[in-house]
């Protein structure tokens, strides 16, 4: 298996070298509206902007900087195929503006938006942010009715276009069923608060890229590819800023095509996708020993399980999990200007595999667990890092 990857260094607005209907899956997440780090990108496109900011007009710059964005949730919604999804990452703002301290609700914004143009609002995920921060508490302290809460979240919209997908064909079924999460992870990611996911770290050399990026963690990126596309789909972000959506969807086996306005972020972009196969790999090893944890404890609560998976022969709770196939990264290589393929294992790895045992909780033979070896689990070693 191959996937392709192709970046634009462009604006995002129009989405122009992107046909209609052509995307499975939009993961993303814009520039916040009202977070001062962000005030420079929304004055650049838009001098009203400026004014309404320098007016000290809170209101007013919130709804301009909302009208940037606009557009792109119009090309996003042109270009995704029906029963496509939009997973939006966005917080909202806290913010003081002419001695006037208030909450500017971006979530609320974007929904507002998204429903006028057709899209399907479904339940979202509120990303509980863990923080250091030494105290909970805000405004007057200890005094009431001077105090507010802090505000330690942040959104993931979950929007479709028009009614569910449909697989209509034996090798999109096919695919659907290769793509199949693990019974445990379903009941974990699809909660709507996730509480085990910190931020991510900005490690850019460039001073003022770093202050422009608010990059999501791989993992919130990796998790929401895994639950709202299958093997071979196409991933867009319009905002890529250091390349995270692309490497989870490599590590995924899909194809991805990213718009970054930033220049100053390519290198950066370029470390991201070299250590891909990489970061891949482990966090694949990492899904196979969370599974066969989960195994252990189940049998030893003395509950049944009644599957086998076809691939890997370990078990697993529902039939729909009997063809789940992982996407081991062997490669990674540039093939143009900003275009990148990624290369899989054809067969799955053995390492994978345990050797059957009789137990009385299982209807086929029960795996054991893997025997230790110093080979990673990652499958070939071979990585092209052509960067």
């Known amino acids: ?5 192709q970046i634009h260094y462009a604006d995002c607005s129009g989405l122009k070298e992107i046909s209609d209907r052509s995307v499975d899956l939009v993961v993303t997440s814009p520039p916040y509206p009202m977070i001062e780090m962000w005030d420079p990108v929304f004055c650049h496109q838009s001098k009203a902007v400026s004014r309404a900011l320098q007016q000290r007009d809170g209101r007013k710059a919130f709804d301009l900087m909302h009208q940037v964005l606009d557009p792109v949730w ?4 042109r270009v995704l195929k029906p029963g496509g999804f939009a997973c939006i990452n966005i917080g909202d703002a806290t913010r003081t503006v002419n001695d006037h301290f208030a909450l500017y609700p971006n979530h609320m914004r974007i929904l507002k938006h998204a429903w006028e143009i057709g899209f399907t609002a479904l339940p979202c995920i509120l990303w509980r942010k863990q923080t250091n921060a030494p105290n909970k508490f805000m405004g007057s302290g200890m005094l009431p009715a001077g105090a507010y809460v802090t505000l330690e979240h942040e959104y993931v919209l979950i929007l479709r ?8 064909t034996e090798e999109s079924r096919q695919h659907r069923r290769r793509s199949a999460l693990f019974w445990e992870e379903r009941n974990s990611w699809f909660s709507d608060v996730w509480f085990d996911l910190k931020g991510t770290q900005q490690e850019l050399n460039n001073k003022e890229a770093r202050q422009r990026s608010g990059a999501f963690p791989f993992e919130l990126a990796y998790r929401l590819i895994n639950m709202y596309s299958v093997t071979g789909d196409l991933v867009l972000d319009p905002f890529l800023g250091t390349g995270t959506t692309l490497a989870a969807a490599i590590a995924s086996g899909r194809n991805s095509m990213g718009y970054e306005i930033d220049a100053t ?5 370029q470390k991201t996708i070299a250590a891909t196969a990489e970061r891949s790999n482990q966090r694949l090893q990492r899904r196979i020993q969370d599974h066969f944890k989960f195994v252990k404890d189940r049998i030893a609560q003395g509950k049944p399980i009644k599957y086998v998976n076809q691939h890997y022969a370990f078990p697993v709770i529902t039939q729909q999990e009997k063809q789940l196939l992982f996407p081991e990264i062997e490669a990674v290589a540039t093939r143009a200007k900003n275009r990148f393929c ?11 595999k345990w050797e059957p045992a009789a137990d009385s909780c299982f209807n086929e033979p029960l795996p054991q667990s893997p025997k230790e070896s110093s080979t ?3 499958g070939s070693q071979k990585q092209l890092r052509l960067f």
């Open 1 to 5: 298996m191959q996937t392709v990857h």
């Open 74 to 77: 119009d090309a996003v919604h």
């Open 161 to 168: 276009k028009g009614p569910k997908r449909e697989f209509f």
């Open 265 to 269: 972020l390519k290198p950066a972009i």
């Open 342 to 352: 990624a290369q899989y294992r054809d067969t799955p790895n053995p390492c994978f």
């Open 376 to 378: 990673p689990t990652g």
